[in-house]
């Protein structure tokens, strides 16, 4: 398989799609940088509370939702490994049973509370509804729109 399959591949795909499989993939910062205000706007779509601010024709969410959509895409890259089995699920050859074989550490609402800098508490009674209701769900639909990026390289 060549670079050019995998270019070929992500050209099928959606644009927010393609932007996210360049982001996982290949750590491109851009791609991030291009998506995020994607991500902010399905969100905001999708009922997320407060409406943009406008600068020169284009929108502009506010920090928070920025904030939660990074984390979001911080957790779907991996930064969350199993410190035990660091990712890959396994010791030796039994299943990790501290991540259950998943290779991830499943993020607590202490750490994401903690990423985006405010109290647990705070981040419970505020925010964690909308992160896993609104955010999350964006990041999954973008997550099985890039999985079919394989059928496009057999």
Not at 43 to 68: Q, S
Not at 87 to 115: K, L, N, Y
């Amino acid at each position: 398989m060549t670079s050019e399959d995998v270019a070929a591949a992500l050209a099928r795909l959606p644009k927010e799609a393609s932007l996210y499989g360049r982001f996982l993939i290949l750590n491109d910062q851009d791609a991030r940088r291009r998506l995020i205000p994607m991500i902010c706007e399905v969100c905001a779509e999708l009922g997320f509370d407060g409406d943009p601010l406008w600068h020169k024709g284009r929108p502009i969410y506010n920090d928070r939702l920025v904030d939660l959509v990074n984390l979001a895409l911080d957790e779907s890259h991996g930064r969350h490994k199993c410190p035990r089995c660091n990712g890959v699920g396994q010791i030796g050859v039994q299943r990790c049973e501290h991540c259950s074989g998943s290779g991830v550490r499943r993020p607590t609402e202490s750490s994401r509370a903690a990423s985006l800098g405010i109290a647990r508490g705070k981040f419970k009674k505020t925010w964690q509804y909308r992160y896993e209701n609104i955010v999350l769900p964006v990041l999954t639909y973008l997550e099985m729109e890039f999985s079919v990026v394989g059928m496009y390289l057999k």
